[in-house]
């Protein structure tokens, strides 16, 4: 691992795969999404075999998803 600034940098794959350091996030997998791929199953099935194996090696996991909020009317005078 090599030091710059404060901050440790992974060198090898190993280093940067370390459970301790690594995160595993998994972005937007909600039904209105998923609806729009045509492959979705695949995806799915990709997914849940990557959590597995994240979960197997104690990594910390993360789900997130994309909201979009409605922008308030402009006003008008």
Known sequence: MEHLHGLSVPRTLEEACDPTRLALVVYD???GIL???ADRD???AQVVR???AARAAGVRTVFMRHVTLRRRPSSTR
């Open 29 to 31: 997998m909600q039904a």
């Open 35 to 37: 609806g729009q791929i």
């Open 42 to 44: 695949r995806v799915v």
């Open 50 to 52: 990557t959590l597995a």
